[in-house]
C-alpha cells in the first residue's frame, strides 16, 4: 500500500486517542477496553488513513502462516469489538468502513504527534497545530481565575468518577464508549460447529456444547437451557430470534470447535436475541488436558459481559475445574456422544468407551456416572430385569462419589437407584435434595425427582418439579414423557394423552412416549387405542 508509514506516539481521531507505546485506546482521557486482536486491527487501519487494508495483510499481521485459528470468524469477532468500543456501525460506519470480501478503510482523518506534529489523513488537508486554550481577558472581575478554573476542572472530574463508580443511569458505559448491555436473564448455547472438515470429530464439538452448558449453568442467576433442546437446532437454518423465541432465551452463544493434534480453538460469539445484536466474541486456544480450564475462562468472561456477578458459591463451583488427562476425557466425550442417541447399539458402544476411559484412568468421576447412566439405560431398553443393571449402576455411582463427593450428577443417578431399586424412599429423597442444592439447573435431576414425587402422591410438589425442568429443557422427550408419567399417575388421563401425543408429533419415533401413551389408554379403558400407540 502507497504511502504506508508506522507511527510510534499518539494518533488522534475524532475523540479518540491511541498511544502505540503503551498499546491503550482513550477517549476524552478515558481508557477503553479493547482486546488485543482488535488493538492491532485499529493500528493498521491508522497506519493507512483512507487506504484499504485488505484481510489478507490483516491475517498475515495478526495471525502468522503456523497459528491454528478460524480466520474469519476471528477476525470479524475482532472487527465487531472495535466498532463496540468506537461507538461505531458497520450499516452507517462513522470511523472503519467495510469493503465487503476485500478488507477494511478508516475513513476519518488522522492526527499524529510524537517528537513533533504531523498529520496522516484520509483526504489532504492543512497541517493541524495544537494549541493552548485560555479565556479570552475581560475588564474587571473575572470568575474564570485560575484558583477557580482549576476548581471548576477537579469537580466535574470528581463527578465523573463518582457517576462512573456508581454507573448511576448507565453512566460508566456511556463514559467508557460502551452501549448499554441489555438485560439477560436466560441463554442457549447452540451447537458448537466442527471445523475439523473430519466427521469422526463431531464427538468433540457436541462434547464442547454439553461441557460449555455445564460451565455456564454453574452460574445461579442466570437460566442456561439444557443441552436436549440445543441440540435440535444443529444444522438449522432457522434465524437466531426464531430460535432464542422457541427455546425462550434472551442471547445465545454459536461458535466452533477446531482441533489440531493434541491443541484445541475454541471459538465463541454472545448474540442478544431480540435485535441478533453481536455483543461479544473471543477464540480460546488451549491443550485438551486444560479444556475444562477453558471452559471455565469462557463462562467467566460471558458473565462478565452481561453484567452479572458471580456469588462466592458460584465462584467455588468455579474453582473445582481441574486439568483432565487428554485421552481419559476424549474417551469420556466419545462415551456421552453414543449414550445421547438413546439406542440400544449406541448405548452398548457408549459403556465400552466409559469402560476404556476407566481402565485408562480411574480417577475423573463423570465417567463412572456415565457408565451408570449406560447400566439403566440398557435395562429400560432391553426390559431387562432390574437386579443386575441396577447393582452395577449402584456400584459406579458410589465409585463416583468417592472420587468427588460434589458431583451433583452422580446423588441424582444414586437417588433414581435409591427409589427404584431399594425402595429407600427416604434415602431417595435426601440424594435428590443433596443434587439440586449442588446443580439447581440439572433439568434430569428436576425430572427424575418429579416422577418420584408423583409415585408417593405428592402431584402439587410434582408438577412445579417437572415444570422447571420443562423450563431448563424446552424440547426433550424424555421430560415431555415423564410429565404424561405424572399426569397419569394423577390419573389426569386426559391431559396426559395430550401431553405425549405433543412429544409423539414432535418426535414420533421416540419409543417410551409410545410406551407412556399405551399405558395411559389402558387405563383409561380405550383399548383399541392401544395398539395404536405402539
Known amino acids: ?53 485488505s484481510r489478507e495483510e490483516l491475517r498475515e499481521k495478526l495471525w502468522p502462516a503456523d497459528t491454528f485459528v478460524d480466520f474469519d470468524h476471528g477476525l470479524n469477532a475482532a ?7 468506537l461507538g461505531d456501525s458497520a450499516d452507517s460506519p462513522r470511523f472503519v468502513e467495510t ?10 482523518p488522522v492526527e499524529w504527534n510524537s517528537a513533533g506534529s504531523e498529520q ?23 470568575f474564570l481565575t485560575p484558583v477557580n478554573l482549576w476548581l471548576m476542572v477537579g469537580g466535574v472530574i470528581a463527578l465523573f468518577a463518582a457517576l462512573a463508580l456508581l454507573n448511576i443511569g448507565a453512566a460508566r458505559e456511556k463514559l467508557l464508549g460502551r452501549g448499554t448491555v441489555p438485560r439477560i436473564e436466560s441463554i442457549a448455547v447452540l451447537p458448537l460447529g466442527n471445523l475439523s472438515g473430519d466427521p469422526e470429530q463431531e464427538y468433540l464439538a457436541d462434547g464442547m456444547t454439553e461441557t460449555l452448558i455445564a460451565h455456564l449453568a454453574k452460574i445461579s442467576r442466570l437460566r442456561v437451557i439444557s443441552r436436549t433442546s440445543v441440540m435440535r437446532y444443529k444444522g438449522t437454518n432457522k434465524a437466531l430470534p426464531e430460535i432464542a423465541r422457541e427455546l425462550g432465551a434472551d442471547a445465545l452463544i454459536e461458535g466452533s470447535v477446531m482441533r489440531s493434534g493434541s491443541r484445541i480453538r475454541i471459538t465463541a460469539q454472545l448474540i442478544y436475541a431480540p435485535t441478533d445484536k453481536h455483543l461479544w466474541g473471543e477464540s480460546y486456544e488451549r491443550d485438551l488436558t486444560d479444556v475444562l ?69 480411574g480417577s475423573y468421576a463423570p465417567v463412572y456416572v456415565g457408565l451408570a447412566d449406560c447400566y439403566v439405560s440398557q435395562a429400560d431398553l432391553a426390559g431387562l430385569p432390574p437386579r443386575e443393571p441396577y447393582r452395577r449402576a449402584r456400584a459406579a455411582t458410589l465409585r463416583a462419589l468417592e472420587i468427588d463427593n460434589g458431583l451433583a450428577e452422580a446423588h441424582a443417578s444414586l437417588a433414581v437407584i435409591r427409589a427404584e431399586y431399594d425402595w429407600d424412599w427416604e434415602g431417595a429423597e435426601i440424594e ?5 442444592e449442588l446443580d439447581p439447573k440439572l433439568a434430569n435431576a428436576h425430572r427424575w425427582h418429579a416422577v418420584f414425587l408423583a409415585k408417593l402422591g405428592r402431584f402439587k410438589e410434582a408438577f412445579s418439579e417437572i415444570e422447571i425442568a420443562k423450563e431448563l429443557d424446552p424440547l426433550s422427550l424424555p421430560i415431555a414423557t415423564s410429565a404424561g408419567s405424572i399426569l397419569r399417575y394423577a390419573r389426569r388421563y386426559d391431559e396426559a394423552i395430550e401431553e405425549l401425543r405433543k412429544a409423539i408429533d414432535f418426535e414420533p419415533s421416540f419409543k417410551f412416549a409410545h410406551v407412556e401413551l399405551a399405558e395411559v389408554y389402558a387405563l383409561k379403558g380405550n383399548r383399541g387405542n392401544i395398539k395404536q400407540a405402539h
Open 293 to 361: 480450564v477453558l471452559q471455565s475462562e469462557v463462562a467467566r468472561a460471558i458473565a462478565h459481559e452481561i453484567n452479572i456477578k458471580l456469588t462466592p458459591q458460584d465462584q467455588t463451583r468455579f474453582a473445582t475445574a481441574h486439568p483432565v488427562n487428554s485421552e481419559t476425557y476424549e474417551l469420556y466425550l466419545k462415551g456421552r456422544y453414543y449414550w445421547n442417541k438413546m439406542s440400544g447399539g449406541n448405548i452398548e458402544r457408549a459403556a465400552a468407551y466409559f469402560s476404556k476411559a476407566i481402565a485408562l484412568d
Open 99 to 108: 469493503l465487503p470480501r476485500r478488507g477494511y478503510r478508516l475513513i476519518v
Open 1 to 53: 500500500m502507497g504511502g504506508m508509514r508506522t507511527a510510534s506516539g499518539v494518533l488522534r481521531f475524532g475523540v479518540f486517542e491511541v498511544d502505540l507505546r503503551t498499546g491503550e485506546l482513550r477517549r476524552q482521557g478515558l481508557r477503553l477496553k479493547l482486546p488485543s486482536q482488535s488493538f492491532q486491527v485499529l493500528k493498521l487501519l491508522l497506519e493507512h488513513p483512507g487506504e484499504l487494508v
Open 79 to 85: 472487527v465487531n469489538r472495535l466498532r463496540e468500543a
Open 120 to 142: 496522516l489523513s484520509a483526504e489532504p488537508g492543512p497541517e493541524v497545530q495544537h494549541v493552548s486554550w485560555a479565556p479570552p481577558a475581560r475588564r474587571g472581575y473575572s
Open 432 to 436: 435428590f435434595q443433596r443434587a439440586l
